[in-house]
Structures are given as C-alpha cells and as structure tokens.
C-alpha cells in the first residue's frame, strides 16, 4: 500500500472514530495503519514535492499530523477523564455500600446477641420452674 492510500483509509479511520470502536482501540489503529503504510523519513523531500502523486499522501499526512492526531488525542484524553471519573464515582458508591453492609452487620450480631441472652434467661427461668415443681 503507498502512502496516498494509507493516509486516505487512516482518514476514513479517524473520522470514524466513535462509530466504529472505543476511541483508543480506534485511534491505536489509526497510527498503527499511518506507521506501516507510509514512513515519511524514508521518503526524499524532493520526490514529495515533485511527484503529484505524493504531494496528495503529504497533505494528507500534515492533516493527519498537525490536525487529526490532537483531536484524536483530546477524544482519548476526554473518554479517559470520563472513565476516571465514573472509577471514582464506583469506588464511592461501592465504600458507602460497604459502610451500609458494615452497619447492617453490627445491627445483626447485636440482635442475635440480645436473642442469646433472653435465650438464656428464659432457660434459667425454665430450669429454675423445674426444680422448684420437682421439689
């Protein structure tokens, strides 16, 4: 694949971003097409500038560099401070759970603590009734 080919089908990529995958799977795609399909260091300026045929791939390629990779940069920077924030948001919700369950918890062994000392009362009582008819 040349380089016109490779910028225009990373084009399309980057523009469909949102569409077609989450953003850093997509934008990882994207560079990964652009570094395998056209390396600009092993190219001659000269050949880009004379030849009509490259100086389309290097518009493209001052697109793609100068205005695609910031925005899809600032898309995966976006969607990352979403995701933080939502991880903070579950990790709130998931302590004040925790603090509720822990609540919950002490509530349930005092009850069942006060269950056992009336338990063991009413036992007393019952055995205390016992040997007192038996006598």
């Known amino acids: 694949m ?3 080919v490779g910028a ?3 084009q399309e990529i ?3 971003i949102p569409d077609n995958m989450g953003m850093q799977d997509a934008a ?3 560079w990964q097409m652009l570094s395998s399909s056209c390396n600009l260091a092993g190219l001659g300026l000269t050949a880009l500038f004379t030849n009509k045929r490259f100086l389309g791939a290097t518009a493209a390629m001052v697109t ?3 205005v695609a990779k910031p925005i899809t940069v600032a898309i995966i ?3 990352n401070r979403k995701r933080d924030s939502e991880t903070r948001e579950n990790i709130a919700r998931i302590k004040a759970e925790s603090v ?3 609540a919950e918890s002490r509530e349930n062994i005092a009850r069942i603590e006060a269950d056992i000392a009336r338990i063991e009362a009413e036992s007393r009582e019952n055995i205390a009734r016992i040997q007192a008819e038996s006598r």
Do not use: Y
Request: glycine share 0%; charged share 25%; aromatic share 4%.
């Open 14 to 16: 980057l523009i469909t």
């Open 77 to 79: 920077e976006a969607e």
């Open 8 to 10: 225009l089908q990373l």
């Open 28 to 30: 990882s795609a994207a």
């Open 2 to 4: 040349d380089c016109a």
């Open 100 to 102: 509720r369950i822990e």
């Open 64 to 66: 793609l560099v100068f």
